[in-house]
């Protein structure tokens, strides 16, 4: 009876240590990774840039401050260093807002995806998924993101059929100033104060040079995100985005992106309504 007992301990412990083996030699097997079933733009998470707008492989997108207008102007030899993205495919990514992204005719006849109307680039310099080398490139190149608070424009200064360089001399030459998420051109008043509004009196001011709205988001990398904070303009209830110090407006008459029309306005021995660039200096005290 005792020698039987042993020898059926003795099976069961052969059948074990055949099960382990087998498990651990298919554990061992290489598997197959997951087929990659993402479509168009998806949003990845950095480290240091938070949510950043990437192709369905994970290649890092960009936004160009030239192209605040909505009309790509990296062409030629530009797109060696920044390729165009494109794809006709929606996102899947459920994070993201479908209604932002859109698509742009080059002048070539090229497609180019965008998202809040800002073509969309790749750099040249990504090797891997998950790269963002091109950065704050030329100080006009910066990580495509889904909830900037503030752009740059890079372009010319241009009202009453007259260009202007970025100290209103009529000249050409491109001037780095602030646009909202969207392109829209900014605006300071030259009587305004640090964190003080002191042009909107009532909703009339308000429908001519609205305040731009927005709480403090992200910044492109250029701005210091120390430098922008928000006021209440007590007159009206609404919160307004400020610039180093200066409080922060739009120009009616600024139909369509790009536009900036509103610097003639009060031109005289002092500029009432200027853009507001990147390199103002900060707004006086009260």
């Not at 052969?14 to 083996?21: E, G």
């Not at 840039?49 to 192209?67: E, N, Q």
């Not at 709205?213 to 928000?230: C, G, N, Q, R």
């Not at 009616?252 to 103002?280: C, E, F, H, M, Y």
């Amino acid at each position: 009876m005792l020698s039987d007992l042993k020898k059926t301990l003795l099976a069961v412990s052969c059948i074990a240590i055949v099960f382990t083996a087998c498990k651990k030699n298919s554990s061992d097997e290489p598997t197959t990774p997951p087929a990659n079933n993402n479509k168009g733009i998806q949003l990845a998470t950095d480290a240091k840039f938070g949510s950043v707008l990437t192709d369905k492989d994970g290649k890092t997108l960009y936004f160009f401050a030239s192209d605040a207008a909505g009309v790509p102007t990296c062409v030629g030899g530009c797109e060696t260093a920044w390729p165009l993205y494109y794809s006709a495919d929606a996102s899947t990514d459920l994070n993201l807002n479908k209604a932002e992204v859109g698509e742009v005719t080059r002048a070539d006849g090229r497609k180019q995806s965008t998202y809040r109307g800002y073509p969309l680039y790749y750099y040249a310099g990504d090797a891997a998924k998950g790269d963002i080398k091109g950065d704050g490139v030329g100080g006009i190149w910066f990580v495509a993101k889904p909830d900037y608070s503030l752009m740059l424009a890079n372009a010319q200064l241009f009202a009453n059929n007259t260009n202007y360089t970025s100290t209103y001399a009529v000249g050409t030459g491109n001037t780095i100033y602030l646009t909202d998420s969207k392109g829209r051109t900014l605006y300071a008043f030259a009587p305004d104060k640090n964190g003080v509004n002191t042009y909107t009196k009532s909703t009339t001011q308000e429908g001519i040079w609205p305040v731009y709205e927005s709480e403090v988001l992200s910044v492109p990398s250029a701005i210091a995100k120390a430098d922008v904070s928000v006021i209440t303009v007590a007159t009206i209830g609404k919160k307004q985005l400020t610039y180093k110090g200066w409080p922060l407006y739009y120009w009616i008459s600024d139909v369509k992106r790009g536009d900036n029309l509103g610097i003639v306005i009060g031109k005289g021995p002092g500029l009432t309504w200027p853009v507001l660039q990147l390199n103002a200096t900060v707004a006086p005290a009260q």
